[in-house]
């Protein structure tokens, strides 16, 4: 789309006027789509239009991205939804918000397989992310299990890629010191200490009649460049260990967080109860570690439909947030057959340095933030959707961004507490492009409801074609702060075109 930029401060251009059959197509036949799985003024699960599993934070310039393992429906012979097998993942998927209401589809990133940034893997789960300056310059690295026989890393100049392969190999593997005797060699964590050196904290699974100290928890040291290991793993004596590894540091203590098992038999009293999250503390990154107890049940406890359970604790502002994830949006299918999608809520260390136990919820976190409609968006920005998709854009220079497809007449997204400041919004701009079966299209720019009060249409003409242009909208009323609807409108039962990057103009 880098050919297509959307215009910044010049007037309109190619504005087209709203013809009769755009207006028309404006009014649309069909009924308003449900959103499903994630419902206004809910804040989880995060998206609404793709599922994200064993979510992993990282805090750059002000936005949270979330990587995520890219769980997708799989079918049998007759076209049924079958369990996830979690054997076809090769793709990890990014979300990032600067609100944390408000997220951003960045695309998927091709972490595994043929395609894939690291050819010698043939699947991508679990991701961990971290950022060094390294020769006065800021990267980003990506870590990610293959299945469950290696971790291996990927770098980036960009938290959204796109990523590459530094090694060519896995960076932790069954020759790596330490890790012989661990299970599963997967669900990496990544610390960056104040020293400036780095661990990796990985590991999982149960040894035969090791189900009370499985003893598969390892940490080690990173090298300098991030993309090497150094010495040997260390044991981690997590009690009941499961999977899903994370670290965090506060206060000078270190937290290390973990799943527990699901061994059926008796625990010892202190003992972690099935699938919950649980924490130990140490006074130095790799040990030794006292355990602590458990922060976040079993995500069945909360929605009623279980499974494993994976979180990410991290600092955004002044407060600490975990993700998670569930099959609260399979579930809302009908589907609750292993699909995960991310879920946020808050987390607090309390005054004697234990952790309080986080209520997971759908109704999420508050938004940190109003958002900006004046800066340019990529066109999957939203809060809340019903009916739509997104893929990644294609062309030079849209790496990290997401279009959105698969609109239909009906479908809808809306943004969260958007601030059009005391001027207001004068304008609409977007890049859009047809669909293939294009007739004329719209999209109704509405106030605090999708069918709340209309404050601009803009028309999407036929001649759009698959090429992208830009369709401007002439707006009024858009003055503070409001939920702002964009409802689609145009030919029923035809897909209708693809939006891309844009933006509001303010008055004046």
Known sequence: MNENKLASDSPARGTPEPSPSAASAAEGSTPLAASVGK?????????????????????????????????????????????????????????????????????????????????????????????????????????????????????????????????????ITRETPGVQDVTWLFDPAVLMDDDGKAYIYFGGGIPEGKDAMPNTARVMELGPDMISVVGEAKAIPAPFMFEDAGINKYNGTYYYTYCSNFYGGPRPDGSPPAGEIAYMTSDGPMGPWTYRGTILKNPGFFFGVGGNNHHSIFRFGDEWYIAYHAQTLSKAMGVPQGYRSTHLNKLAFLEDGSIGEVQADYEGVPQTKRFNPYALHAGATMAWSAGIGTEAAEGEGSAGSAIVTGIEDGDWMALSGVDFGEKGASRFSALVAGAGESASAAIELRLDAPDGPLAGTLAVPPSAGTEWIEANAELSGAVGVHDVFFVFRGKPGAPLFRLGEWRFREIG
């Open 39 to 171: 419902t206004r003024p809910n804040g989880n699960p995060l998206v609404s239009h793709k599922f994200g599993a064993d979510p992993y934070a990282l805090v750059h310039e002000d936005r949270v991205y979330l990587y995520m393992t890219s769980d997708a429906l799989e079918y049998d012979a007759d076209g049924q939804v079958k369990d996830n097998t979690y054997g076809n993942i090769h793709k990890l998927t990014v979300i990032s918000s600067a609100d944390l209401v408000n997220w951003t589809d960045h695309g998927e990133i091709e972490a595994a397989g043929p395609q894939g940034a690291a050819k010698w893997a043939t699947q991508s789960w679990a991701p961990a992310a971290a950022s060094k300056t390294i020769d006065g310059k800021m990267k980003f690295f990506l870590y990610f299990a293959n299945n469950a026989s290696g971790i291996g890393v990927l770098t980036s100049d960009s938290p959204t890629g796109p990523w590459t392969d530094p090694i060519g190999r896995a960076l």
